[in-house]
């Protein structure tokens, strides 16, 4: 992929312009971390790229940016520019396109992200980022409290850089998250999510959520039950426990899931019945934050007669043919009863026992 995209930005600069990948993916080349994230900054600007490609797509001209795609690979190129005027603490209300990539670099977030890379695989690191990479620290581009009451994101993101790649804030960079982190109130709740899910599914989750803790950040983002996420690594165990499906923006899944896990958590999760009722991974969830083995809960879920109402092994016809009966909504309860009955070890799951049961109890008249 790395040969793709140099032969990309080779394409450019035979052209007359200069062009360069910036930020993720050349920070996690040097971290032998394999990324997808392709960011191309040039002094190209969107017009002159389109006229180069014609098939890129063009997102949002006033950004500067424009998607070209080399194969499979998704690369998104930035005209080198200046914002200016931020709005309500999180995009600039204008950019000027410039044709200096160090001050183009001077705009960015934390100097980690600012080391790139030239068309012939060379490193050009203006900011020193490499030695803050080795250092293993995330150090902001110029002043820190600047730089978050520009974008009050950036106090979010420098949790996720640490929390993922398990670096060390710096200590400049902490003094102005707890000056700054007020601001955060004025975050869309989507926004805040986006990052959150990123800290809480990286498996240094407990890093990032006691950086969190420790900088104050659970009040100012409404987790007032962030100090109860103990035995949980998993992102919906973590909003199970955080409970906050009334603030946070969720799909229906994740409310559905999060819902069933903080049911299930007031039940046996060993039961046959709530094994059931519920599945594994939600019964797994729950026993994860209660600190039940998760083997223990697989051992039991595997050892269920039926896991589903499909697998009972006689249809609905049968039935109405077995009670001489039309279809009605009594059929839910005779399913209901047949599976706790087969759950329970009290009847077998063969069409035959599962006939003579009904023949037995379920009687016309």
Known sequence: MLEAVLELLKNINSHGYNSYIVGGFVRDYLLG??????????????????ELFPDSLLPNED???????????????????????????RKPGQIIY??????????????????????????????????????????????????????????LRAVRFA?????????????????????????SYNRKKEELDKIFSSSNAKKGIKLLLDLGLDRELELDRLNKVKNTNSLIGIWSVLDVCDKYPFNNTE???????????????????????????VNSV?????????????????????????EIDISSEEIMEVLGKEPGSYLKDVYDDLEKMIIQGKLQNNENSIKKYLANKYKEG
Do not use: H, Q, W
């Not at 990324?35 to 017009?47: G, Y």
């Not at 083997?295 to 499909?310: D, G, P, V």
């Open 33 to 50: 971390i394999n990324s997808n994230d392709i960011d191309i900054a040039t002094n190209a600007t969107p017009k002159e790229l389109k």
């Open 163 to 187: 929390t993922i790649l398990d670096f060390d804030l710096d200590e400049k960079i902490v003094l102005a998250i707890k000056e700054c982190k007020y601001l955060l109130k004025g975050l």
């Open 255 to 281: 409310k559905d899931l999060i819902k069933n896990v903080n049911r299930v958590i007031k039940l046996d999760n060993m039961d046959l019945n709530t094994l059931y009722k519920y599945g594994l991974y």
């Open 286 to 310: 729950a026993g994860e934050i209660k600190g039940i083995d998760i083997k223990n809960i697989t051992k039991e879920y595997n050892e269920l007669k039926i896991k589903s109402r499909s």
């Open 63 to 89: 950004y500067g940016s424009v998607i070209i795609y080399v194969g499979r690979i998704k690369a998104e190129i930035t005209t080198f520019r200046k914002e200016i005027d931020y709005i309500g603490n």
């Open 98 to 155: 410039i044709d200096s990539l160090y001050e183009d670099l001077l705009r960015r977030d934390f100097t980690i992200n600012t080391i790139c890379m030239n068309s012939s695989g060379e490193i050009v690191d203006f900011l020193n980022g490499r030695k803050d990479l080795e250092d293993k620290i995330i150090r902001s581009v110029g002043d820190p409290k600047e730089k978050f009451t520009e974008d009050v994101l950036r106090i």
